[in-house]
């Protein structure tokens, strides 16, 4: 299986746990130089909003901790007072994790069973490849016919995206499962397919089960953002919402906001991969 | 010289494997054609062939873990259809579970409900004393050397008391050195269990060292050639006239199969 998952954060990541400090310098200088060019860019560039300069966006940031926000959690009904910036997240987050956890598992699950079973595979296969090339997005015009334009219809959208990329995954990992495993653990006394599955193919496959749940965490922003841009509640919204108002700047601090939340959830989840994997 | 052919198998009691009249084909190419061989209880028996003579399909046959297109194997008696714990198998590749660690593979039998051990973790520190890895019960396989690994390929293969054992070119990826150790502990371990073993090798001295008796057979298509008896006591050593003359023996076998093939 391809995944294309992003790997500048791979290389962001490196750099910072090694501390190998020539690359940190060079890391630091390429920063700096785009600094200075955003800086002068915004500078000369009239009006103003066409290009917001990195003291404003940074303030604009700044602000969207220092504001406070009410927010309604869904199905509880809870009223939530939160800085603004987090109040925002969390909404994002409302759908966004529910969305990736739910397609991650039934992904990944429909990925193993049909991997696993040559007859399921040769029914569902020109299915899936009908289904699978449809971009996420594209499901949005039923995710508000069904769901609306909500929470809801924002963990669909997510839900869908995260789907293919475990599914493939896990189809990939368990194709992959070298028949001299299931030879042995069959000389060792397992019997039934679903023993087989639970002992060998899926620890087996592992490393591309987790892989590909990291790649989902990454695509899923991306398609959150954009289901949100249809006015789904959470930081893409805000960011058109901002931008509606030409407020650019905040637009800025809210793409700074989603790179952070994107880049701790990668590499905490990376620090786990390595550790669930620490035998290869 | 106790060469005989096929037709006098040992007709004593005791037979605790009887391979009768199996073939076995891949799509065109005849693995195996009319294989017939017993082999008695307590007994161990190598068997030898040029390679793509069809001794691991032979053995693969023996474990369940292929059907043979005609003829039929006995253990105690009973037909076999597929894998059971009456027979360990050790793999050429070692086979082992890279995500457990050696005591972890060494488990895994044990792990199986079909398995009553009403003791495992004395039974799993016996086997890792016996195969010398006490001390490496926690690495994962990635950490060991070839050596090493096949020791616990052999040890988890142990761990549910098999009653027969098959292995199949076992130590053909370790050094030499490794390898006429690993010889030492397996004639041990044998001794121990008193467990019938077949043991797959093309390498000659291997089974001349190892084995009560050497079936070579006959590539393209697979049948046996012939059966010899090694007469001589353990510990056998190399340089040994006797080790040598059934050494260029079964050479003579082998390039009698060279010479018809």
Known sequence: ?280 | MALSDQSSEPADSGRKIVVDGVSKAYDSVQALSNVSLSVREGEFCCIVGPSGCGKTTLLRTIAGLEDADSGSILVDGDRVTDPGLDRGMVFQEYALFPWRTVRGNIRFGLDRPACECPDCEQRIRELLDLVGLSEFEDAYPKELSGGMKQRVGIARALAVDPEILLLDEPFGSVDARTRDRLHEELLDIWAETQQTVVFVTHDIDEAVKLADRIVVLDDDPGSVQSTVTVDVDRPRERTSQEFVDYVACIRAEFSHVTDTS
């Open chain 1, 1 to 280: 299986m391809t995944t294309p998952t992003d790997t500048g954060s791979e290389t962001l990541l490196e750099t910072g746990v090694e501390w190998d400090m020539p690359r940190y310098l060079r890391g630091l200088g390429g920063l700096s130089i785009f600094l200075a060019v955003w800086w002068v860019g915004a500078l000369t560039t009239q009006p103003s909003y066409l290009v917001p300069g990195p003291v404003d966006s940074a303030r604009a940031f700044v602000e969207l901790f220092t504001t406070s926000t009410r927010i309604v959690a869904p199905l509880a009904g809870l009223e939530l007072v939160l800085p603004t910036g987090l109040a925002h997240l969390t909404q994002t987050l409302f759908h966004y994790i529910p969305g990736l956890l739910l397609g991650a598992v039934c992904g990944s699950s429909l990925g193993l069973t049909m991997g696993w079973h040559g007859v399921l595979d040769d029914w569902l296969r020109p299915l899936v490849r009908v289904l699978r090339p449809i971009p996420p997005l594209a499901w949005v015009v039923f995710a508000i016919v069904w769901f609306g334009i909500h929470h809801t219809g924002a963990a669909f959208i997510v839900f869908v995206g995260a789907f293919w990329i475990n599914f493939y995954a896990a189809y990939g990992g368990v194709e992959g499962v070298s028949d001299e495993l299931t030879d042995a653990a069959s000389t060792l006394g397992v019997e039934r397919d679903l023993s087989m599955l639970k002992l060998v193919a899926l620890p087996s496959a592992a490393p591309q089960l987790l892989t590909g749940f990291r790649t989902s965490i990454g695509r899923c922003w991306m398609i959150v953002v954009g289901a949100e841009l249809f006015g789904a509640p959470g930081v893409g919204y805000e960011i058109i919402n901002a931008a509606n108002n030409l407020a650019m700047e905040t637009s800025v601090a809210y793409m700074f906001l989603i790179s952070l939340a994107f880049l701790t959830m990668d590499v905490g989840f990376r620090l786990l991969e390595r550790r669930a994997l620490a035998w290869r």
